[in-house]
């Protein structure tokens, strides 16, 4: 987007410390991204490429901002694509999709002159799901596809590809991509404790005009137990909102009061609206 402006601004790298609590999901990811970063000695003990790391929770704990910043880590480039893209697509496009995603990530590598390239694909399972012989599979060519792809990974290659999968139904995913030499890491992505959702508060807080003597984010934190970090987002943003239309300096403890009702009201109206 942005075309009238003319010079596109380049996508901030996201880094870690963007990310609030999920310290072991973190702690777990920067582990395997150093057989990425230190391919040599992965190849002198002869350990077999990482290939695939596959991040599992709930929607809107920071999944996609733990690949991008994945791809930052390893000084990578990064292409993403959604399972959701893939619904309804008719046959044979699947695959070809999941063709031109590897080849955009080599492109994109080589044209940036980088060593690796991070491939993110969001809800996964769309594209993943068990294949149950017998029953009609609009699916089969992409998933095949995207296993294909995978075993011609090879430690020797430049760039270097490793893909990251999202999905909050891992049960649901076909055992061929569960194999060793496909996603070889899983990492649990789950709800943040009360000191995550207070970090991802502070984050999310940064570019915000706080009223520094009365809020108390550890508060909120408390009082937003079950809140995912895409609900806290929105409670921050709310809150804002709140702040604005009262037409003060300032957000306040009672506006994110308010926004946690709201953010937890509207979950309750989308639910609500689906059954
Ligand atoms: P989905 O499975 O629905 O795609 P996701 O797990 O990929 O969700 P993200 O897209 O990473 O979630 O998060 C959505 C938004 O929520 C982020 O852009 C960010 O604003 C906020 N957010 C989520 N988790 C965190 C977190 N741990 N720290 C800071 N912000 C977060």
């Known amino acids: 987007g942005g075309g009238s402006r003319g010079k596109a601004r380049p996508p901030k790298p996201l880094s870690f410390d963007q ?10 990811l920067v582990e395997a991204l150093d057989f990425l970063i230190h391919v040599d000695q992965i190849s002198k003990f002869g350990i077999r490429p990482l290939k695939g790391i596959l991040l599992t929770g709930p929607p809107g704990t920071g999944k996609t901002l733990l690949a991008k910043a994945a791809a930052h880590y390893t000084d990578s480039v990064y292409v993403a694509a959604s399972g959701s893209e893939f619904v309804e697509m008719y046959v044979g496009v699947g695959a070809s999709r999941i063709r031109e995603l590897f080849k955009e990530a080599r492109q994109k590598a080589a044209k940036q002159n980088k060593e690796s390239a991070v491939i993110f694909i969001d809800e996964i399972d769309v594209i993943g799901g068990k294949r149950d012989g017998g029953q009609q599979r609009e699916y089969d060519q992409t998933l095949n596809q995207l296993l294909t792809e995978l075993d011609g990974i090879h430690t020797s ?9 999202a999905t909050n139904r891992k049960e649901m995913l076909d055992s ?32 915000k005009p706080l009223h520094s003597e009365e809020v108390n984010l550890d ?18 943003n709310e809150a804002a909102i709140y702040a604005m239309r009262e037409e003060g300096e300032v957000i306040n403890q009672r506006h994110l009061s308010m926004a946690i009702d709201k953010v937890m009201m509207g979950e309750r109206t989308d639910r609500e609206a689906t059954h």
């Open 19 to 28: 990310i609030g609590g999920q310290d072991r999901a973190k702690q777990e």
């Open 157 to 165: 290659d430049t760039p270097r590809i490793l893909l990251i999968g």
């Open 176 to 207: 061929a991509l569960l194999r060793p030499g496909r996603f070889d890491r899983h990492i649990a992505v789950d709800l943040p404790d009360k000191k995550g959702r207070a970090h991802i508060l502070n984050i999310h807080a940064q570019n």
């Open 219 to 236: 508060k909120i934190a408390e009082e937003s137990f079950g809140f995912s970090g895409a609900q806290l987002e929105s409670v921050m």
